[in-house]
């Protein structure tokens, strides 16, 4: 990679006749990026981002911090398909695609947008993959038996054939493709499986991914072979941990888990948290709960097949951990009824007691018995992805707009200046 690296530097001194040429090509460059803020359908983010040419030029198993913290923004954007559409457009990318943004979600299927540009002899192709939505809670939660998680896998099998896909209808050629590949939550699962096998085809000199939020996703051997996956996480997330390591779950690639340790990134997080989303922050003040989570979820199913087939009394019937975790997914994709919430009622005078306590810390109870909302909660808080890019790069204001109205790059009119 240096070799090509030093030819290109000859080469563009060669065409441009100046040192300015070449130094031109690799300045970097502010670029204003946007994602919407969840559950807020007429506010929006915009951020910026500063990227120089090379950080495209994917390969070196380096971590990137600046490409980390556009990915960031690129996962956050993924919600809805209009925001990363435009973000690549900014960035230069072309081809610009969608595929699964439609108002029924299949539970097999992911969304995600992709869009390619040249980069040098090679053309990138840049994947963002969107986090879930309706009824995909449910594969969620099929964690299944085999050595991948069975709903994340088949997430994985869609991506690679939409890829396919998109490197037929363009014609773009094999030996020369590179990969970048983020996602949040659902998707950075997904985008975790897709970087393993995109690696395993093209090698991880033409790949790198920056997932965020991701669940574990394999029980394979040696997973942190994949270098060209960087996982960052945070330990009061408690999607990160399921699931469960005990199981023998984990992710491919490297975990980069975020400090939030001292107080003063909790205040950071909560500040921002309230500046952006006009929310107060739910979420937890340390990964305490968390571990007390996973302590009684390993209780009540020590392995898959405990998951799967052991069962507890709730109120007249009994309910599977799986079972369980299903009718979360039922209030999740609101497909819940009057009966669902009688039965979540009576879990909490059950052996799922800890548990349901744990997913309803910081939840309007009233609300969610009779909207169904399961969105506002410790859990989500802990789980959103504006306390991530806080803690990743706080000292880089977020502005929050309406939509349709826009936010120009020279504002400066920020939500949270650095206090750092």
Known sequence: MLKNKTKALILALFIGGTMMTTACATETKTVSLSFPI???????????????VRDFDIGDGVYNPRLASMCAVMAASASESKSPQENLYEMGF????KFSYEDYYEEDRVGVVMGSKNIGPDMLIFLTVRGTRGREWYSNFDVGYGKEHKGFSQCADFLQKKTEQYITNYALDRDHLRFLVTGYSRGAAAA??????????????????YTFASPNTTTEENPDQYRAIYNIVKADDVFTQIPLSKWGYHRYGTDIELDESDESSKDEVRQVFRSVTGDEFRGFDSETEVQSFVRNAYRLAPGIYDYYQKRYTVG????????????????????????????LTETLLSDFSDISLFFLSGMDMEDLLLTGDFYKSGVADSHSMVGYMTLMDGDTPLKVFKEGEGVSADERVTVLANSR
């Open 316 to 343: 007249d019937k009994t309910l599977t951990m799986y079972e369980y975790m299903t009718l979360a997914a039922k209030f999740l994709c609101e497909e819940n009824d009057e009966e669902d919430a009688d039965t």
């Open 38 to 52: 969840e559950n807020k359908e007429d506010l929006a983010v915009q951020k910026a981002v500063d990227l120089n």
């Open 192 to 209: 975790n499986i897709f970087s393993k096998r995109l690696i395993d085809e093209y090698t991880e000199e033409r790949v790198a991914a």
């Open 94 to 97: 072309s081809h610009i695609a």
